[in-house]
């Protein structure tokens, strides 16, 4: 599994790739696809969160210099980031959603990985992912209401929305939770599955959603330089919190992986119940730009923070 992980990039360009080519080629195949998704994203979801170890939740908290700086940097300075982009984003209420779905919510799962391949501290976002997941869950329709006021009323439906959310992410979060109080072993063997149904989902998610980039192909591609801006951005703003923090190397490069990695897959469902497709079109893009993104920050990042 370690060999795996280790090519984790690799792993997810290949199904995003296929994805794509059959989108272009077949986009009839669109539909069933997207039959598919749910299913296959609610077992990625469940997989994903068997990763974050409730029981690690008040381990979390003695960690105090880290876990300030992780939620500073994921709710008080990417708020802000994104902030500063937003009056310059497409005036597309749809498409502004979907960038704000994204950009305001951290990663859980692979920035773990991510940020062990460029030495920081795995175990500490390891640790802290039950808090950084709960406290974005909460305060996601918060952010989303500050930014769009009346708009977020005319673009999104409330039942379909909270549906997903149930759905999709309230019942594998327990679930996931639930397998872990009655089996550590059995959580750690279903773990493993991660890699895989991640690529799966990758390529059934854009197999899919090509096909219905016909028309919106301008308001998507519009959005890529600002995701590759955060990213940017990011990395240096990661560093001076982690600086600011006083942490030492590791931990100030985990600092800069959970600021600059987003939770485009866990909110994805919320963006496919919404009438607009391409607001999941645009929370789909980010994820293409954010893999290709962690390949130069693999890199870049200790170089960055030695």
Request: hydrophobic fraction near 60%; aromatic fraction near 8%; proline fraction near 6%.
């Amino acid at each position: 599994m370690m060999a795996v992980e280790r090519h984790q990039i690799a792993v997810y360009l290949g199904p995003i790739a296929a994805g794509v080519l059959v989108g272009w080629a077949a986009p009839g195949a669109g539909p069933g696809l997207e039959h598919v998704i749910n299913p296959v994203l609610g077992a990625l979801l469940y997989v994903t969160f068997l990763q974050v170890p409730a029981r690690d939740l008040l381990r979390s908290l003695r960690d105090g210099r880290f876990l300030a700086a992780a939620l500073t940097v994921n709710f008080v300075v990417v708020p802000l980031v994104v902030a500063a982009m937003f009056l310059f984003l497409p005036a597309d209420q749809a498409v502004r959603l979907g960038v704000l779905l994204v950009l305001l919510t951290p990663c859980v799962d692979y920035v773990i990985v991510f940020s062990g391949l460029a030495g920081g501290s795995s175990r500490r976002l390891l640790a802290a992912t039950p808090l950084l997941l709960l406290v974005q869950m909460a305060l996601l329709p918060l952010f989303l209401l500050l930014f769009l006021g009346n708009g977020l009323v005319d673009t999104v439906e409330a039942g379909p929305f909270l549906r997903a959310f149930l759905f999709l992410i309230v019942i594998p979060l327990g679930l996931a939770w639930l397998t872990q109080a009655r089996t550590a072993r059995a959580a750690g063997t279903l773990g493993t599955a991660m890699v895989p149904l991640m690529a799966a989902t990758l390529f059934v998610v854009v197999a899919s959603q090509v096909p219905k980039l016909t028309g919106d192909v301008t308001k998507v591609l519009g959005v890529v330089p600002f995701y590759v801006v955060f990213l940017v951005v990011m990395a240096f703003v990661g560093r001076a919190v982690a600086r600011s923090f006083r942490l030492d190397t590791a931990a100030s490069r985990a600092v800069v992986f959970t600021g600059a990695t987003r939770n485009s897959l866990v909110v994805l469902p919320l963006a496919l119940a919404l009438p607009q497709q391409v607001t999941a079109a645009v929370v789909v893009t980010q994820t293409l730009v954010e893999v290709l993104g962690m390949v130069a920050y693999v890199r870049l990042v200790p170089r960055l923070i030695r």
